[in-house]
């Protein structure tokens, strides 16, 4: 057992990661303080509530192919989970086709001999790969276009990526291709573009968990769990310094709006940015040198959440839990529809749409007014005919740093080179996460990588199995 019974643990963050952790061992018995930074717990998860709307930050679906896990969710929420269908669209040459992208649908957006020419690209591609794929591949370029072939980068993989992540796809790192596409069997895929109503991959799933309520629902539902357990939780804080004393317990420094404080604690988990973490602790311990020779870039993001009130009595704009938008010249990247996951999210008579701009301080659109934001965003939607003209009621802008871990090519030795650095000096302080991490997962996967590290610090599993290295997002 490394983590006492009698010990206090320190948790940094008050995200899923953070709070799912610290309810866990709340639950087996340990003194648990959380600190989050915002003003309410959740972090990427909570849900922002304007009057009668609410909007999540990113929209959030709860699926997992484990049982347990979603098992652990429903004990927590109960009745407020809803089942909710996945139904997204992609807007690719003028027209809106099934993602993720299948065959035969997204044929039908090219001529015959153009349809013709990314069936035949992808097939050789695959044929290639199939049978000679033992070149290791560096980039997200490399990835996808040895296995689906340069027309479909060109057409979808290429344009959407580097829309996300706002550099060329030769800099990224092919585990994001790995981590992020599944690769079809060739022979399905053939079938499946011949024969119409062909099953699609058991990969792709279906329907997904929502609360009732937004997302936010979750972790503050784990918040008040944990106080209800004796745990704190503190919001509006932020870590301004860390001391790992002679005796091997911590002293955290926090700053917040009622002032500051000095935390003891026994233990200290971080869910927290890398880098942030990095220059918290102790300069004399080399901190401070691995943050500045080692830094880790995140993606940030801003949040356009338009309310809206349709013409005609029309309750929707359209059916899709996501609908993403690939084109550089548009400005974002991707909506979804609140009021389809939930009729709570949107007030009667009217619907929402909360539409993602993939940018990052310092670039244009993230320095940009809200209201040219918002107008520019309408006018797109409009001149597309995805949006209705007249339709906007009102907006608000949230701006998200942080949102995001980019895989560089290099990332992951620089990501080992952390770790290996906070492993061989602060024994007690542990990594849990996505942002803690620095490794995409859901929130099925930030879970399940919070009861891995639970169960192996209260002594149920002998080895730390870190999820976040073999997490593939389905």
């Excluded at 899923?16 to 003003?39: D, F, P, Q, Y």
């Excluded at 939780?233 to 709006?257: N, Y």
């Amino acid at each position: 057992m490394i983590c006492k019974p009698n010990e206090h643990v320190i948790l940094l963050g008050g995200g899923i990661a953070g709070l799912a952790t610290g309810l866990e061992l709340a639950r087996k018995g340990r003194r648990v303080t959380i600190i989050e930074k915002g003003s309410v717990v959740g972090g990427l998860a909570r849900t922002y509530v304007k009057g009668d709307f609410r909007f999540d930050v990113g929209g959030h679906r709860f699926h997992s192919p484990k049982p347990e896990i979603i098992g652990w969710v429903q004990d927590l929420m109960g009745a407020d989970l809803l089942r909710v269908p996945r139904i997204s669209h992609i807007y690719l040459q003028g027209k809106f086709v099934d993602y993720p992208v299948r065959f035969p649908n997204a044929l039908s957006i090219f001529s015959p001999s153009q349809a013709a020419h990314v069936l035949s690209s992808y097939a050789a591609a695959a044929m290639r790969h199939r049978l000679n794929g033992h070149t290791p591949d560096v980039s997200f370029e490399d990835w996808v276009v040895k296995r689906f072939g340069r027309a479909m980068y060109d057409v979808f993989f290429g344009p959407y990526t580097e829309k996300v992540w706002g550099i060329p796809c030769k800099e990224l790192s092919a585990d994001w291709a790995a981590q992020r596409i599944s690769l079809p069997n060739l022979s399905e895929t053939v079938k499946r573009a011949l024969v119409p109503g062909s099953e699609p991959p058991a990969t792709i799933i279906s329907h997904f968990w929502y609360p009732i309520a937004g997302f936010g629902m979750i972790p503050d539902r784990m918040a008040s769990e944990i106080q209800r357990l004796g745990g704190r939780v503190i919001t509006g804080a932020g870590v301004t310094g860390m001391v790992l004393l002679p005796d091997g317990r911590w002293q955290v420094s926090i700053e917040g709006k009622t002032g500051s404080d000095v935390l003891d604690g026994d233990r200290v988990i971080s869910s927290i940015p890398l880098n942030l973490l990095l220059r918290a602790l102790p300069a004399a311990s080399g901190a401070h040198d691995i943050e500045r020779d080692f830094q880790l870039t995140y993606r940030d993001m801003v949040l356009l959440f338009l309310a809206l009130k349709l013409p005609g009595g029309r309750t929707q704009v359209s059916e899709d839990s996501w609908t993403y938008f690939p084109q550089p010249e548009l400005l974002c990247g991707r909506t979804h529809e609140p009021r389809n996951w939930s009729d709570a999210m949107a007030p009667e008579g009217y619907t929402s749409l909360s539409a993602e701009v993939f940018t990052s301080r310092g670039e244009t659109a993230w320095d940009t007014p809200d209201e040219q934001l918002v107008a520019r965003a309408v006018r797109e939607f409009e001149s597309i005919g995805f949006l209705p003209a007249n339709s906007l009621h009102d907006a608000w802008v949230l701006r998200v740093p942080f949102a995001y871990p980019v895989y560089y090519i290099g990332y992951a030795d620089k990501v080992r080179t952390v770790k290996d650095f906070l492993a061989s000096r602060f024994t007690n302080l542990h990594l849990v996460g996505r942002t803690g991490s620095f490794r995409y997962m859901n929130s099925d996967g930030v879970i399940e990588d919070a009861l891995a590290l639970t169960t192996y610090l209260t002594g149920e599993r002998d080895e730390y199995i870190d999820v976040s290295r073999t997490y593939k997002v389905d």
